[in-house]
C-alpha cells in the first residue's frame, strides 16, 4: 500500500520535533530513512504507526487518513 506523509509537524512538551516533513513511498518500494541522531527518524515512523498524533499534516496509507482507519 502507499505511505504519504504531507506537512508533517510534530511537538512534544512544547519542543517542535518535526516541521514539514514529507514522504513518499509507493507499493513495493523500498525505502530507507538516513539521517544523525535526532533527526527525527523515529518520532516520522511512530507518527506513521499512530503511536504519536502530529500537530499539523497527514498520514494516509492507501489513501485514508490513518487516524480515521481501525487500528488493525
Not at 516533513?21 to 525505502?31: D, G, P
Request: proline share 4%; with cysteine.
Amino acid at each position: 500500500m502507499r505511505v504519504d506523509v504531507a506537512g508533517l509537524r510534530v511537538e512534544i512538551a512544547g519542543l517542535c520535533i518535526l516541521a514539514d516533513a514529507r514522504l513518499q513511498a509507493a507499493t513495493r518500494e523500498f525505502v530507507g530513512l538516513v539521517g544523525p541522531n535526532g533527526s527525527g527518524k523515529t518520532t516520522l515512523l511512530r507518527t506513521v504507526y499512530r503511536a504519536l498524533h502530529p500537530d499539523a499534516g497527514s498520514v494516509a496509507v492507501g489513501g485514508d487518513e490513518v487516524w480515521r482507519l481501525p487500528a488493525r
